[in-house]
């Protein structure tokens, strides 16, 4: 007579335990699938982390501390607050401009953040954010230089321009013959030992080289209206655009853009 309770309880026992390690397993699984179906709704390239192209060589907005320490800059900054809000890590793969926006076309990365200005021909390919910088371009020369005055004045003159860029654009819309380079630092370069005549360029940039570079003997001949600039993703990342720009007002609102533009240019730029 004994026998039959203490097997029930027995019987009791083992459903209670089986109970409890199917709630565990329930429990544990439940954040992966919701991450899940965030990384899949935002096509992430590593699930969990957001891939963001940039170049690393393009002060004041990505480049390395005294040339080799951390990965610095006002892009890198705001990429980083945006995948911060977002939830994700972030990786940063560091590639050379004229090579970005095939690395992106290919699936390499999730976003570029390297003040990709916002054109009619670039939003035919791909989306943009919200812009999170607005400054205007300017033409570059050697002080002392008034044979130009104006991007008119560019007209049979050689300048030095990435091919992929904005600037390469304007300046061959102005007449110019370009001199292919990599980046800022090395169309500066040539500027100075009067291999070209101009180069044109973001008037941040050029502010913080004369700011670190105060011997510098350069000068602004000219300028555009401003241009804007924002995070640039592939036409199927619809539902990453729409976080990021949540995100990037949240980061306008709570006044970290502007601390950030404080932070590297003395003012905010982001609007």
């Not at 203490?6 to 009791?12: D, E, N, P, S, W």
């Not at 044979?147 to 819309?173: H, M, P, R």
Request: aromatic share 8%; with cysteine; proline share 3%.
């Amino acid at each position: 007579m004994s026998r039959a309770p203490r097997a029930r309880t027995l019987l009791g026992l083992a459903a209670a335990s089986l109970a409890v390690v199917a709630l565990a397993a329930c429990s544990s699984s439940a954040p992966a699938a919701s991450d899940s179906a965030a990384d899949d709704e935002f096509g992430l390239v590593t699930a969990g982390t957001l891939t963001v192209a940039t170049e690393g060589t393009y002060p004041p907005f990505t480049y390395h501390e005294g040339g080799a320490g951390e990965l610095i800059g006002y892009d890198v900054e705001v990429a980083q607050a945006v995948a911060d809000k977002l939830g994700l890590e972030i990786a940063f793969e560091e590639t050379q401009w004229d090579a970005i926006f095939a690395g992106l076309d290919a699936g390499r990365f999730d976003v570029i953040a390297n003040q990709v200005s916002i054109n009619p021909d670039r939003e035919e390919d791909y989306l943009f954010s919200t812009p999170y910088t607005v400054s205007p371009s300017v033409v570059v020369v050697n002080e002392g230089d008034d044979s130009i005055s104006s991007f008119e004045d560019l007209k049979g003159k050689t300048t030095a321009q990435s091919l992929t860029s904005n600037f390469y654009q304007l300046a061959v819309d102005a007449g110019a013959n370009v001199e292919a380079v990599e980046g800022w630092a090395q169309a500066v370069a040539l500027l100075e030992q009067g291999r070209v005549d101009a180069t044109v360029n973001d008037k941040l940039t050029y502010l913080d080289y004369v700011k670190q570079t105060p011997d510098a003997k350069l000068a602004v001949a000219a300028e555009t209206d401003p241009t804007e600039s924002a995070l640039t993703f592939t036409k199927d990342k619809t539902a990453l655009v729409k976080a990021v720009d949540e995100a990037l007002a949240e980061l306008r609102e709570e006044g970290v853009l502007a601390e950030l533009g404080e932070k590297y240019f003395g003012e905010d730029v982001s609007e």
